[in-house]
């Protein structure tokens, strides 16, 4: 198919990735059982999963969405952070759920997760559908990881290069000339 030419090789199967997500969201329930956990999504990337993850969670649950920025474009993170968009429901006293597709430097989850205790947040844990801790700078505790992945750069799964390839329903490593 011509818009998926840039694409190297299927890295993680949506059946791999459905089987794995549940899972998740069965440990979830029963770590935050007799609570209501506010999930808050990292837009844009974590749309997908958030959706799958929340469908598996079995309690009483409300979401909200984050956006900031730390890649402008390319393939490699800048170390810092900006934000877009904020939550519109108030965290104060909240156990919150960070929801990200994936953890690269932690840069991202690191200062995300610094910000909302500083504002009252009772608990912040983190789920991540993908992670690369070789790439790890910040020394950020991840609490649900879906899969470790090598440090290759990958698409799908709400997971961009440039806006592109999100929509794919596998995890894929790009072709390294897409990423020039
Ligand atoms: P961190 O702050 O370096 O951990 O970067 C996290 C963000 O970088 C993620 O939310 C993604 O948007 C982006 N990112 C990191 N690695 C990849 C990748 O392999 N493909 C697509 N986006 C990535
Ligand atoms: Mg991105």
Redesign the pocket.
């Known amino acids: 198919m011509e818009h998926t030419r840039l694409i190297e090789r299927v890295l993680i199967t949506e059946e791999q990735l459905s089987t794995r997500v549940k899972q998740m969201g069965e440990q979830i329930t029963k770590d935050y059982l007799g609570k209501q956990p506010l999930f808050v999504g990292?837009l844009k990337?974590?749309w997908m999963f958030l959706a799958d993850l929340t469908r598996y969670v079995d309690l009483n649950t409300e979401v909200d969405f984050m956006q900031v920025s730390?890649?402008f474009g390319g393939?490699e993170?800048v170390g810092t952070?900006t934000m877009i968009k904020d939550l519109t429901t108030s965290c104060k006293g909240k156990d919150i759920v960070l929801v990200?597709?994936?953890?690269?430097?932690?840069?991202?989850?690191d200062s995300l997760k610094t910000l909302l205790l500083e504002r009252g947040a009772h608990s912040v844990k983190i789920a991540t559908a993908?992670s690369?801790s070789s790439?790890r700078?910040k020394n950020v505790v991840i609490d649900y990881i879906g899969f470790e992945i090598p440090d290759?750069?990958?698409?799908g799964y709400g997971?961009?290069?440039d806006e592109k390839y999100r929509y794919l329903r596998d995890v894929c490593v790009l072709k390294e000339e897409a990423c020039k």
């Open positions: 990292i990337g974590a730390s890649y393939t993170s952070i990200e597709d994936i953890v690269d430097t932690g840069v991202t989850l993908l690369k790439r700078q290759e750069f990958v698409v997971l961009d290069f």
